[in-house]
């Protein structure tokens, strides 16, 4: 049995308010649980809470870890890189190499914060993509939503009650406390960078007392985060039920899910609870591990046969409570964009029977007329297995683009062949070549802002063929 003194209440060092709203009940004793039932509720928190585990990590490492490799500013600052994701960036997995990022996470808790865009060229693609705690990505700034013209956007967390203040064009409000927004902005080529530092430099990030030229508000209070789980440990760790507990306070319980919150609270994942695993006993320790397992087993069968992104992004409406759904997402590409902002086209089954490797020479082949069809842009980018990361290689090419199209060689008939393999396949054909690790590897097609042949499945990316 699960009992009660493994269990046991704190009250958070940071001072964090729990957000549990009143219609949650008092959960049942935990005495009462059974290690079928422990193992069941394990394996639904394993699937919900993955993503927001591995969101927790991500942020930690960005803008809490002051002294970590990855660190890049505060929590309420905007930092910019001028450059794109490289083989030696191991923190998000599946990056993209297309778009230098912006990075910021927004503590609303006080007050709102304002982003302020520049406007730039109709031809060039930018966004801000705010994804929430859940990893929800519950809006979008920039060419799609808002367009190239810029403003002024107030970003407003789940208590703020204020009505829009002058010289905002558009409120979002969030449904958790701590928001990322994600920004990125095309780069045309090498010789671009110039061009995107300039935009980047006229992204504004400010509290919205700030923006209105009034004091401040009283500070909420400081939060003492907690150690993140690395990356290699998080689908096995029993302390990724903890992590969960400390996110879920500053997530207010959504109306649809009172009910599974009560059924974690039951192995003391909620708000303020903490488990005690050196408590548990073998038989419970069991369960746990045992429902973390079952719950990877699932979302590994849905993965088998997922080919696309279009049901693994989006606001919480969108995906309908389809936690396995938003757990493959975190798992292929946390950070995916929703359908309608990016298409990705996923290579990661076998090809004849032989699963993907670099042992294997393959191509890939567009039809005259039948290029990705993106109003923005389109790429192939690869990435090894089982990491996830981009591969590096002696030409350094992580990715083949549209705007590199001026550059490769079409067929004969105005098609377009790019090989897929670990060596060179030799000078008249290296401009088409995008090279692979000597091992596993997968790919991902992304079409940034798809036209509507790819979201109705006119349009599929062609297939990897085995030449050898």
């Not at 995107?196 to 009034?214: M, N, R």
């Not at 005690?276 to 419970?284: G, H, T, V």
């Not at 936690?323 to 929703?338: E, F, K």
Request: proline letters at 9%.
């Amino acid at each position: 049995m699960l009992m009660q003194e493994t269990i046991r209440k704190f009250a958070f060092a940071a001072g964090i308010a729990l957000v549990t709203p009143a219609v949650l009940h008092t959960p049942a004793s935990a005495a009462d649980v059974t290690p079928a039932e422990a193992r069941a509720i394990a394996k639904e928190a394993y699937i919900y809470g993955f993503p927001m585990v591995d969101n927790y990590r991500i942020a930690w490492a960005f803008f809490v870890d002051k002294g970590g490799p990855a660190y890049k500013t505060s929590i309420n600052h905007l930092k910019s890189d001028a450059n794109v994701f490289t083989p030696a960036d191991k923190t998000v997995q599946t990056p993209n190499s297309d778009t230098p990022y912006s990075f910021t996470w927004l503590d609303l808790r006080a007050e709102p914060m304002v982003i302020t865009l520049p406007p730039i060229e109709a031809s060039r693609y930018y966004s801000v993509q705010l994804i929430d705690l859940y990893t929800f990505n519950f809006d979008y700034l920039g060419t799609r939503t808002t367009g190239n013209g810029g403003g002024n956007f107030l970003i407003a967390g789940p208590n703020w009650k204020g009505a829009t203040p002058p010289g905002i064009a558009k409120v979002i409000r969030a449904e958790t406390q701590f928001v990322f927004p994600l920004y990125r902005t095309q780069l045309f080529g090498p010789s671009d960078i110039g061009n995107v530092k300039k935009i980047q430099a006229q992204y504004k990030l400010q509290p919205l007392s700030t923006f209105l030229g009034k004091p401040a508000p009283q500070a909420a209070p400081k939060i003492k985060f907690i150690p993140p789980l690395p990356v290699a440990k998080e689908r096995t760790s029993l302390q990724m039920f903890n992590i969960l507990s400390f996110l879920l306070a500053l997530c207010p319980a959504d109306p649809s899910e009172v009910d599974l919150r009560e059924r974690f609270a039951k192995i003391g994942i909620g708000p303020g609870q903490t488990i005690n695993f050196a408590k548990l006993s073998p038989e419970m320790t069991a369960a746990l591990k045992a429902g973390m397992a079952d719950g990877q087993r699932e979302i590994d069968a849905r993965k088998a046969v997922t080919t696309s992104s279009v049901d693994l992004f989006g606001t919480r409406a969108f995906m309908k409570n389809n936690y396995v759904n938003r757990a493959l997402g975190a798992q292929t590409g946390i950070y995916g964009n929703s359908k309608d902002e990016a298409y990705y086209g996923i290579y990661d089954k076998p090809v004849d029977g032989v699963a993907m490797s670099g042992a294997h020479d393959y191509t890939i082949h567009y039809a005259a007329g039948q290029f990705p069809p993106a109003k923005a842009f389109w790429s192939l980018t690869m990435y090894d297995l089982p990491h996830q990361f981009l591969v590096a290689n002696p030409i350094k090419r992580y990715l083949i683009n549209s705007p590199m199209l001026p550059q490769l060689k079409l067929d004969a008939d105005g098609g377009l062949t790019l090989y897929i393999q670990h060596g060179s396949p030799g000078p008249d054909k290296e401009s088409n070549w995008l090279p692979a690790p000597q091992g596993p590897f997968m790919m991902i097609q992304r079409l940034y802002i798809p036209e509507p042949a790819v979201l109705d499945g006119s349009w599929t990316e062609p297939p990897l063929v085995t030449v050898k």
